[in-house]
């Protein structure tokens, strides 16, 4: 069956029509996402709605997430690796649910003031 196909399709017009528009669209699709059409702004790690986590903060928040966790490790071994993925994981986990909930929060109208916080 294979030797079917190497002999008699790889010499079809259609084939290689196929085989060009193949190669043509994922060219374009490379293209398109190197180029960055991203829907992110630059410095911005996730987005949901009007409500995003800057880079900067979630920087902070991962250098002292991952001092907090060495710090309960109690000076056990561990690959720094293997600690920092751990971290970024709970710290991607704790952003979606903050960001999606604050996303809701603002299309529900709920939005707390300056002031209503000093109260």
């Given at each position: 069956?294979?030797?079917?196909?190497?002999?008699?399709?790889?010499n079809?017009?259609?084939?290689?029509?196929?085989l060009?528009i193949?190669?043509?669209?994922?060219?374009?699709?490379?293209?398109?996402?190197?180029?960055g059409?991203?829907?992110?702004?630059?410095?911005v790690?996730?987005?949901?709605?009007?409500?995003?986590?800057?880079?900067d903060?979630?920087?902070?928040?991962f250098?002292r997430?991952?001092?907090?966790?060495?710090?309960?490790m109690?000076g056990?071994?561990?690959?720094?690796a293997?600690?920092?993925?751990a971290v970024i994981?709970n710290l991607?986990?704790?952003?979606?649910?903050?960001?999606?909930?604050?996303?809701?929060a603002?299309?529900?109208?709920?939005?707390?003031?300056p002031?209503?916080?000093?109260?």
């Amino acid at each position: 069956m294979l030797e079917f196909f190497r002999s008699n399709i790889k010499n079809s017009i259609f084939f290689k029509i196929f085989l060009g528009i193949m190669a043509l669209s994922f060219g374009i699709w490379g293209v398109g996402d190197f180029m960055g059409t991203s829907s992110l702004s630059p410095g911005v790690v996730m987005k949901a709605g009007d409500a995003e986590v800057r880079t900067d903060l979630f920087q902070r928040r991962f250098q002292r997430e991952l001092d907090q966790f060495r710090q309960a490790m109690g000076g056990r071994a561990m690959d720094d690796a293997v600690m920092k993925k751990a971290v970024i994981a709970n710290l991607m986990q704790t952003f979606t649910q903050a960001t999606v909930i604050d996303a809701a929060a603002r299309n529900m109208g709920l939005v707390i003031s300056p002031e209503q916080m000093r109260e």
